[in-house]
């Protein structure tokens, strides 16, 4: 039995996104989630612009850098 | 001589007569000149008749033979103009002129004899074919000819002044306006005035039952027949659920105030004498619909899990994070998040983690907490943005598998 992964652009702002991650089973026509939701917030950071690439599917990613702009909105986080 | 019918002229000289006027003349006449055998030279006959009338015919056929010339003129009807006597001189030319011209002689031409016309007393076939054709034809001109005439006498008894001038408008030529339809409406409201208006095809379509649909309706409806509920005998005959088909009753059938919260004792009406989906959503008071909008349903309820990144700040701070994973529930704005972080041996004084499910709106120092590890090693953790970040208050060691576990609660706009 096959098992399909949704993923959905959530809360998608020129500086974060949470990127929901969902997983399928289709029954007699009719999915069915199976599993946790998985989620993770990411910050429109240098860091995690690269973290995005390697985590998201390319076509996501782009919809996400879209939105983001060619450059980082938020600073690193310091040491306090 | 010339004799037609065998006819001879009267006072005529036999060798001086060459023939006749008219339709009959078709005898050839023959003359011989000798000494002249010239086959260059043109040769004319000139005729003078008795009333002056001159005529020059060109012969038939000159035929030179070496000793002379023989010429042979066949008598055609247009070549003499009047009977009786008529002058005759035979004239030669060449290309210089003149070479000859012979003295005049006196000849005599009769008059013409009626036509015997054989084929008017015995045609044949095709005579009176046309015959009888142009006898139609004739027929026909006549008619036309009639026609004609009646058509000119129509013509002149008709009197011009008499008729009328060519009109300018419509009724002038007793064309008068359609039925007017600035009276017919389509939509009942757009009546103003009842005696004037009347309705269209759309309006009688829009406010009348057809009989397919009086059928439908009709059939709808409960019978009247014996063991029916009627008016008078309802109150005997209890309307249960079982005699009442789904929908069967609308506040449109009930009386004026038949059934209202004032005339409902306390508790009538259960759950238990509602059909299945009776109460919808649309017929609850605006107060409870708003009641109900301001609870958390199950869509404003998620749980789930995920997995934190360690932000690297040093090569050391990965090495030192055996595993970093966290739970969360979100209901409405409010997320709570469990994370549980288990350590590999080193040391370290500032870590922090990104890929915590939100990034929170309202972060304060109220987020900050003390946490304390399965090995009792104490440490700060907070939240800024979607980074979690522990904090120590100066190097601290942990050891080989120390497991960190906290709770932390972020806010959604």
């Known amino acids: 039995m096959e098992i399909k992964e949704k993923l959905t652009l959530d809360m998608l702002t020129t500086d974060s996104v949470s990127v929901l991650k969902q997983q399928y089973i289709t029954v007699d026509g009719t999915d069915i989630k199976v599993g946790d939701n998985i989620r993770n917030a990411y910050m429109n950071t240098q860091t995690e612009r690269e973290l995005l690439k390697v985590k998201l599917p390319v076509e996501f990613y782009n919809a996400v850098i879209a939105v983001w702009g060619n450059s980082p909105t938020v600073a690193e986080p310091t040491a306090e | ?413």
């Not at chain 2, 994973?325 to 041996?345: M, R």
Request: hydrophobic content about 35%; proline content about 2%; overall charge negative.
């Open chain 2, 1 to 413: 001589m010339i004799i037609y019918q065998m006819k001879k002229p009267i006072e005529c000289y036999d060798t001086d007569c060459v023939g006749v006027t008219g339709d009959n003349i078709a005898y050839t006449q023959y003359f011989y000149i000798k000494g002249v055998s010239d086959d260059l030279i043109s040769y004319t006959l000139h005729l003078r008749f008795a009333d002056g009338s001159v005529n020059s015919i060109t012969p038939d056929n000159v035929i030179p033979d070496g000793e002379g010339t023989e010429i042979r003129w066949i008598v055609k009807k247009n070549d003499i103009f009047s009977h009786g006597y008529f002058e005759l001189q035979i004239e030669g030319r060449n290309k210089f002129g003149l070479v000859f011209q012979t003295e005049i002689v006196r000849l005599y031409a009769d008059e013409s004899l009626p036509v015997e016309d054989s084929e008017y007393a015995n045609p044949n076939s095709e005579t009176v074919k046309l015959r009888d054709e142009a006898y139609s034809v004739l027929e026909e001109i006549k008619k036309q000819q009639a026609q004609i005439e009646q058509n000119v006498e129509k013509i002149k008894q008709t009197d011009l002044d008499n008729k009328a001038d060519k009109s300018t408008t419509l009724a002038g030529y007793g064309i008068t306006d359609g039925e007017n339809i600035g009276n017919k409406v389509a939509e009942k409201n757009k009546i103003t005035d009842e005696d004037a208006n009347y309705p269209s095809i759309g309006y009688l379509h829009e406010y009348y039952y057809d009989f397919s649909e009086v059928d439908d309706a009709l059939s709808g409806k409960l019978d009247n027949t014996a063991g029916s509920v009627k008016t008078d005998n309802i109150a005997s005959r209890a309307v249960t659920n079982e005699k009442i088909a789904n929908g069967a009753i609308t506040a449109l059938k009930l009386a004026n105030n038949a059934v209202s919260g004032n005339n409902i004792a306390q508790n009538q009406i259960s759950t238990n004498h509602l059909q299945n989906g009776a109460v919808t959503a649309d017929k609850l008071a605006d107060e409870v619909k708003t009641s109900i909008n301001s609870k958390y349903d199950s869509s404003n309820v998620e749980t789930g899990s995920g997995e934190l990144t360690v932000y690297t700040q040093s090569a050391i701070d990965s090495e030192l994070v055996k595993s970093c994973e966290f739970k969360y529930q979100k209901f409405g704005g409010v997320v709570d998040i469990f994370f549980n972080i288990v350590f590999n041996a080193g040391s370290f004084s500032y870590m922090q983690f990104t890929g915590l499910p939100f990034a929170p709106d309202i972060i304060s120092n109220q987020n900050r907490q003390i946490s304390v590890t399965s090995k009792n090693t104490q440490m700060t953790s907070y939240l800024t943005n979607s980074w979690l970040t522990l904090k120590c208050t100066e190097a601290t060691a942990v050891m080989q598998d120390e497991v960190l576990r906290g709770t932390l609660q972020i806010k959604l706009k």
